[in-house]
């Protein structure tokens, strides 16, 4: 017991969208949603959109909320997330972030991958702490004015927020308050 395994290959790090496909496959096929679609108390949460949304309960429990996600973590993580959003077909990202991280560089690393891939994006950068309706409103107005068919949040909780405000906007319309 103990000691390294030095034997062990490391996984290769996808390249191509081909390279990409069968992880995609193996980890977003329709045998794990079964259970995963249900809440504790096994009721589906599967929503009229065919995505996962918000859906009253039948009592004084509660309401179910469920939106699925995958998580890329480690090093490689950024090269795999753009190599797999290309393979999904998508073509220009809006990058929604604060102004210092794309003055101090940091934005730098993601536009590079993207650069790589042959991806084309936008950077909005108007985010502040506690995002307002007028930021999501600007982030969804740039989306639209640019074709931007995906968002990538860059940086902490405040881009993160805004960007999901954007999607769930461009995607479904209306205004921000309608989903209070």
């Given at each position: 017991?103990?000691?390294?395994?030095?034997?062990?290959?490391?996984?290769?790090?996808?390249?191509?969208?081909?390279?990409?496909?069968?992880?995609?496959?193996?980890?977003?096929?329709?045998d794990l949603t079964g259970e995963v679609e249900k809440d504790l108390a096994g009721h589906t949460t599967?929503?009229?959109?065919?995505?996962?949304?918000?859906?009253?309960?039948?009592?004084?429990?509660?309401?179910?909320?469920?939106?699925p996600c995958k998580s890329l973590l480690g090093e490689g993580a950024l090269v795999g997330a753009v190599?797999?959003?290309?393979?999904?077909?998508?073509?220009?990202?809006?990058?929604?972030?604060?102004?210092v991280l794309v003055k101090v560089g940091a934005v730098k690393a993601l536009t590079d991958v993207l650069?790589?891939?042959?991806?084309?994006?936008?950077?909005?950068?108007?985010?502040?702490?506690?995002?307002?309706?007028?930021?999501?409103?600007?982030?969804?107005?740039?989306?639209?004015?640019?074709?931007?068919?995906?968002?990538?949040?860059?940086?902490?909780?405040?881009?993160?927020?805004?960007?999901?405000?954007?999607?769930?906007?461009?995607?479904?319309?209306?205004?921000?308050?309608?989903?209070?």
């Amino acid at each position: 017991m103990g000691g390294t395994f030095s034997s062990e290959k490391e996984a290769p790090v996808p390249t191509e969208a081909s390279d990409v496909e069968p992880i995609y496959k193996a980890f977003s096929g329709t045998d794990l949603t079964g259970e995963v679609e249900k809440d504790l108390a096994g009721h589906t949460t599967q929503g009229a959109h065919g995505v996962n949304y918000h859906h009253p309960s039948t009592g004084k429990e509660g309401s179910t909320f469920y939106m699925p996600c995958k998580s890329l973590l480690g090093e490689g993580a950024l090269v795999g997330a753009v190599n797999q959003v290309k393979a999904l077909g998508q073509t220009k990202a809006l990058i929604v972030t604060d102004a210092v991280l794309v003055k101090v560089g940091a934005v730098k690393a993601l536009t590079d991958v993207l650069d790589g891939a042959g991806l084309a994006y936008t950077i909005y950068d108007g985010c502040a702490p506690n995002p307002t309706i007028e930021q999501v409103n600007a982030g969804c107005q740039m989306l639209k004015d640019n074709s931007c068919d995906f968002v990538i949040s860059f940086g902490g909780g405040s881009p993160h927020d805004c960007a999901k405000a954007i999607s769930m906007l461009c995607t479904n319309g209306g205004s921000i308050k309608d989903y209070e």
